[in-house]
């Protein structure tokens, strides 16, 4: 499967400024284009490998009303590139294992790009990261149940980080950071 789009966008709303000042406003013009793809592999009766991608090109064409400096721009949460990977056993038997892993570019948290030519002491960047997950389980008729593990490798992350700004006093910086490693143990009943 594959997907390839293009869009033009006539007032698109974004927020603007520090976290807690921050005001919606209409970007005037901007543009996003990119490539989503899926590969599948069933190789034989319980083998199943699958890879996945995607490119991300997101850029303020216009963004004169607020502050010129913004056009050209990417729009925050946007990363460039993701890809995953993994593969799925299903046994006759009802026994099945699947892994996966995930792979996310590094991305800005805000319009501003920051760090930018604006205020280049601030960096709202998060980094690129990588979760790997697992599960093990036991698949009946009416029933199932599962040992799994969520973020193998204890990956730190940020979805989304404002770091505040050095040259203000008393000025707090925040995060949103991903989910940490997670074991558990499934059970489910069908009824």
């Known amino acids: 499967n594959a997907n390839l789009y293009y869009m033009d966008w006539e007032d698109q709303q974004a927020s ?34 699958f890879l996945a991608g995607a490119y991300n090109n997101t850029e303020f064409t216009d963004f004169d009303l607020v502050d010129p400096l913004l056009n050209g721009n990417e729009f925050p949460i946007s990363p460039e590139y993701q890809f995953s990977t993994g593969a799925i056993a299903q046994f006759d038997s009802g026994w099945f294992l699947s892994v996966d892993a995930s792979y996310t570019d590094d991305f800005f948290s805000d319009t501003e790009n920051s760090p930018s030519p604006a205020n280049p002491t601030i960096d709202n960047r998060n980094d690129d990261y990588t979760v790997v997950n697992a599960k093990f389980g036991y698949q009946a008729d009416r029933w199932s149940a599962n040992l799994f593990v969520r973020n193998a490798f204890d990956e730190f992350y940020t979805l989304r980080v404002n770091r505040g700004d050095p040259d203000i006093p008393n000025t707090v910086g925040q995060a949103t950071v991903g989910a940490p490693r997670v074991v558990g143990l499934e059970f489910m009943v069908d009824y």
Do not use: K, M, Q
Not at 20 to 46: H, M
């Open 16 to 49: 603007f400024g520090p976290p807690l000042d921050t005001t919606v406003i209409n970007a005037g013009e901007s543009r996003l284009y990119g490539v989503e793809f899926d590969l599948r592999w069933l190789a034989g009766n319980a083998w199943t490998f």
